[in-house]
Nanobody, 114 residues
Framework: QVQLVESGGGLVHTGGSLRLSCAAS????????MCWYRQAPGKERELVGH????????NYADSVKGRFTISRDNAKNTVYLQMNSLKPEDTAVYYC???????WGRGTQVTVSS
């Protein structure tokens, strides 16, 4: 059974940091590029960034570039999203996505207070 389980969300003040994790199971994690998406209330889901299967290359949306970092540990079947210098506009539900297989996690809420 395929599972992607996000964790690490919560409430943080402007300028704070959070580290999200996405634990994968039920498929060959190391073969899949992984993405982080987010969806704010009333808005469409948007791509935050992605990391290649081997973790060598990453890419980010302009809105988070320089503040967010995606990494992965294939030995632990886990992908991470380190979020620094958080802003109220980063408030959203954050989802991980296995690009090759098309699997979504259920999301974790991140709220940044001003």
């Amino acid at each position: 059974q395929v599972q992607l389980v996000e964790s690490g969300g919560g409430l943080v003040h402007t300028g704070g940091s959070l580290r999200l994790s996405c634990a994968a199971s039920g498929f060959t994690f190391s073969s899949s590029a992984m993405c982080w998406y987010r969806q704010a209330p009333g808005k469409e889901r948007e791509l935050v960034g992605h990391i290649t299967s081997g973790g060598v290359s990453t890419n980010y949306a302009d809105s988070v570039k320089g503040r967010f970092t995606i990494s992965r540990d294939n030995a632990k079947n886990t992908v991470y999203l380190q979020m620094n210098s958080l802003k109220p506009e980063d408030t959203a539900v954050y989802y991980c996505y296995a690009r090759l297989q098309g699997y979504w996690g259920r999301g974790t809420q991140v709220t940044v207070s001003s």
